[in-house]
């Protein structure tokens, strides 16, 4: 049996609420459990600030499991460990984001780049697409819980689940924020371009409010235009 587990939006609120049922989930501790009950959880859904919870966490435990530490790790102990959470004790997910919102017609790109550089940071240079899902070809045993981050195609108002398998079907070659400068194209040869996605591009288009935080545009090859993701 599989346990998943959806998380929902509402700004930095509902990101540390979220941080406090996984940091409970760690402590519920049982017979027939591998450790605890975070653990048993083999997939997270979410939306919006809801993944900014769940990035910390696979993140965090993405880097411990690279390391080859001994210990089991503890979301509990990566927490404390914030450098921030002492100043920022009751919003211990707090990324400066709100200063560039209004101030930089670049903010969609900073904004990406400050979730890959702080939240979504790892030695390799951010979390990808291709350390949460695994291809069918790889030889790779899994290791983290899958995540898919939800967002809305904004001409159709059709659900976007960014997976590499979803990109792929859409043939997606490249994205941009707000400015078209900034495009980043990925090799149309290159069958594994869906997994060399950066997760902060997935985040900041499941983070997207109109007017305040910019949409990321998804260049698809499929549909013959642009996807506007929000």
């Not at 599989?2 to 930095?12: D, N, Q, T």
């Not at 950066?198 to 545009?217: D, I, K, N, R």
Request: positive net charge; hydrophobic residues 40%; charged residues 15%.
């Amino acid at each position: 049996m599989a346990v998943a587990i959806a998380i929902s939006g509402g700004g930095y609120r509902a990101a540390n609420l979220a941080l406090g049922v996984l940091l409970g989930l760690e402590k519920i501790k049982g017979q027939g459990l591998k450790g605890n009950l975070l653990q048993e959880v083999d997939y997270f859904s979410t939306v919006s600030a809801g993944g900014l919870a769940v990035g910390f966490y696979l993140t965090k435990l993405h880097n411990y499991l690279q390391s080859k530490r001994n210990p089991p790790f503890s979301l509990q102990k990566a927490v404390d460990s914030m450098f921030w959470l002492e100043k920022e004790k009751a919003n211990p997910l707090r990324v400066d984001l709100m200063d560039y919102l209004y101030t930089s017609n670049k903010q969609g790109l900073t904004i990406e780049r400050i979730l890959n550089d702080t939240l979504l940071y790892t030695p390799e240079g951010g979390l990808a697409e291709k350390d949460i899902f695994i291809s069918q070809k790889s030889a790779r045993a899994v290791q983290l819980p899958y995540w898919v981050t939800n967002s809305t195609i904004y001409q159709n108002a059709a659900i976007f689940p960014f997976t590499p398998d979803v990109l792929a079907t859409y043939r997606v070659r490249g994205f941009y924020h707000r400015q078209q400068d900034y495009i980043f194209r990925g090799s149309l040869t290159n069958p594994d371009y869906a997994f060399s996605m950066p997760v902060s591009v997935g985040l900041m288009a499941s983070m997207s409010v109109p007017f305040a935080v910019p949409s990321t545009t998804l260049i698809s090859e499929a549909c013959g235009k642009e996807c506007y993701l929000t």
